[in-house]
């Protein structure tokens, strides 16, 4: 039984990681930190959580946790990973990994020096929705994919995590807030690799300093085309699809975890099959295989490599936005892990 | 009643053309032309069209031709409607309307110093499914439209419009070919103009010359970000939808004119209510609109500058796959004709 330390107690842990271990059999949650020993308390009393800190190193430092969950704000990933590694504690890291590529290069350079397990939460790797969407592509059913686009956005007009539209804290707006998903989503389903990318996204007022909504165009190794849409402007929507030379895989709202996702396969037009499935279990698969990696009965399926190859697109991908061109996406050595 | 003659009676001609024409109330064929004499006695003969010529120049002259209807292969668009144009015959130009904008601008400037009337086959501008988008995104339904995509695929392995692969006979691809009804219906559902476009394609053994699929994103100038996918590699499909701040217009075979479409609007992830809409009359709408025009009863949509100005958005993504660049597009004065 791994004992997890939360990094962070914020929303994300209250909405989506405590319903995750609640569900999980092989972890649970013995400490947390928020910047306000109150609060930590408060919340530690509120999920009955035996530890409460307001130090993430001396949670990192304590014998009652076996695993570090970093879960604060992106520009915090770093320093916490590191706090982590140093005290030789396996570390599990909220997505998008870092702010940028280098920062995740010293993450995954880190632990590799200190012998430390680094893992990254793209929690849509333990989808049944990626999963079988990544089955059925690779056996054939839509023949060779064309295109593959995934979309998502929610309202985040004056969101509960103000920290998301502030640049200095967030490393950027939707597109490193869930177009990381929906990239990792669409390399995972075509088991491919993102080699080139191009951005545009536009900002308003209540987007602050980062984009309020972006299209991306990727480009994949094996000549799948990418259409990704992200936005804090448009109902909650997370569409996935996946054109091939003789059919069609769509989910209308395929990433999402809360309720249950009907696949459907299309030819010529018309759902010729579909299969209900549902992601309820995905936060909490993840913990539970961290938990296994952690005490050695498996590998986690993303490793620090992989964490930091996305976020090499998402570094191409700003980049677009401002260079106005088709960036080449630099391939970290050894990111796949599957 | 107008009279046309038909320039380049092929394929298209007797799928789309001649049907139009059947439900048409105010203009008829009287003349066509192939480049083979004997076939176009043989067309003639079977669509009961009175008059067949193997030479454009002579159709052109024919006093039982009242307008003009180009649609040979597009590397012959232009000379085809200057040959209209010298004649003093209103001319219905097929899209895309030549192989380039400068080609355009010599038709759009030969009509005008003639006073012939020019105009460019968008079809899609006729259609019940874009005309009843067109109503309900200015009417709020959606509120500000953030996202707007169209998709148009076709198999075209080993088509029978054999010149499609041809660059020097089509001027280019999937793009070229359906990528320009998908912009221009765009534009014309957001009531709006494509300020920039990036394009991202790539070409196989069966494409030759020319791309296999693309994937544009283009902007709007009111903000709106599109999402272009075309190809000649995945079975019939015309997806149409517009994503705004408070809901999702979707049309799944938005742009086809044989069968029924369903225009579903979506909030929260649910269909809330849905129309049935069909495309079957664009054909013979255009035709007669065009007749309207030439007998000065009304203006036709799409006048030869908005011809031109789809162009220079076709233009610039070509310009975009080679160059990896985002790029601007020209806007020409006095296309806007809605």
């Known amino acids: ?16 990681l405590m319903p995750g271990f609640a569900r ?9 930190s928020r910047r306000d020993m109150a609060k930590a308390r408060a919340s530690a009393a509120e999920y009955k959580i035996p530890l409460a800190f307001d130090s993430a190193s001396d949670l990192c430092r304590s014998p009652e946790v076996d695993a570090v969950l970093v879960t604060t704000p992106n520009a915090c990933h770093l320093q916490d990973v590191l706090l982590a590694i140093d005290a030789g504690k396996p570390v599990l890291c909220e997505k998008p990994m870092g702010m940028n590529a280098a920062e995740c290069r010293q993450m995954v350079e880190a632990g590799g020096k200190a012998g430390v397990l680094l893992g990254v939460a793209q929690v849509f790797r333990f989808e049944d929705s990626t999963a079988r969407l990544r089955a059925r592509v690779a056996n054939g059913e839509i023949g060779r994919p064309i295109f593959a686009r995934s979309e998502f956005s929610y309202p985040g007009r004056n969101h509960a995590r103000a920290w998301l539209t502030s640049a200095a804290l967030s490393g950027g707006g939707p597109v490193a807030d869930v177009g990381v998903h929906c990239i990792d989503a669409l390399k995972y389903i075509l088991d491919d690799e993102v080699v080139r990318v191009s951005a545009r996204g536009f900002s308003d007022q209540d987007s602050r300093e980062v984009e309020a909504a972006a299209v991306l165009s ?6 799948t085309l990418g259409m990704v849409a992200v936005s804090t402007r448009a109902e909650y929507r997370t569409p996935l699809e996946i054109v091939g030379e003789t059919g069609v895989l769509r989910a209308d709202d395929g990433l999402n975890v809360e309720r249950p996702i009907s696949l459907q396969l299309r030819r010529g037009g018309n759902v010729v099959e579909s299969e209900l499935v549902s992601n309820q279990y995905a936060y909490a698969r993840q913990v539970d ?50």
């Not at 039984?1 to 989506?16: K, S």
């Not at 999980?24 to 947390?32: D, F, W, Y």
């Not at 399926?301 to 080449?328: C, F």
């Open 218 to 223: 990727l480009e994949f190794s094996h000549g």
């Open 1 to 16: 039984m791994t004992r997890f330390g939360i990094l962070g107690f914020g929303l994300h842990a209250v909405r989506r």
């Open 289 to 338: 295989m961290f938990a296994d990696a952690v005490e050695g009965k498996a590998q986690f399926p993303v490793s620090g490599e992989a964490g930091w190859q996305n976020q090499e697109i998402l570094d191409a991908a700003y980049h677009s936005m401002k260079s106005g061109r088709t960036e080449d996406v630099i391939q970290v050595a050894a990111s796949k892990s599957r």
């Open 24 to 32: 999980a059999h092989n972890c649970q949650v013995s400490a947390l």
